[in-house]
C-alpha cells in the first residue's frame, strides 16, 4: 500500500503575485537621516508606490499624464502653448 503525501501549501509563481501587487497597490517608504553631535546634516525621504495605472489613476495620481517627457499629447500643449505665447509677444512688438 502506496501513500501519497499532500501539502497544504499553495503554490503562487511570481505573475500572480505581482498581478495582485500591481491590483492593489503598494507603497514603500523610509527616510535617511544624517547627523553629526545631534546636528542635522542630511534627510533624505524616499516614498515608492508601486501601482497598475488604473489603480493609480482611481487614487488620483496620474502625473505621468501631465509631464512632457512621458507624454505625447502633454508636450503637444506644452508647445501649443509656447507657441501661443510667442505670438503674443510679438503682436505686442508689431503694435509698437
Known amino acids: 500500500m502506496t501513500r501519497q503525501i499532500t501539502h497544504g501549501i499553495q503554490s503562487t509563481n511570481l ?3 505581482l498581478e495582485r501587487v500591481l491590483d492593489k497597490g503598494i507603497v ?6 544624517i547627523k553629526l553631535a545631534d ?3 542630511l534627510t533624505i525621504k524616499i516614498r515608492l508606490l508601486i501601482a497598475s495605472v488604473d489603480k493609480a489613476k482611481e487614487i488620483g495620481i496620474d502625473w505621468w499624464e501631465h509631464d512632457s517627457y512621458l507624454s505625447s499629447k502633454a508636450k503637444e500643449k506644452e508647445l501649443e ?3 501661443k505665447s510667442l505670438q503674443e509677444r510679438v503682436a505686442k512688438l508689431e503694435n509698437r
Open 81 to 83: 502653448e509656447e507657441n
Open 15 to 17: 505573475a500572480d503575485i
Open 39 to 41: 546636528v542635522e546634516l
Open 28 to 33: 514603500i517608504a523610509g527616510d535617511i537621516q
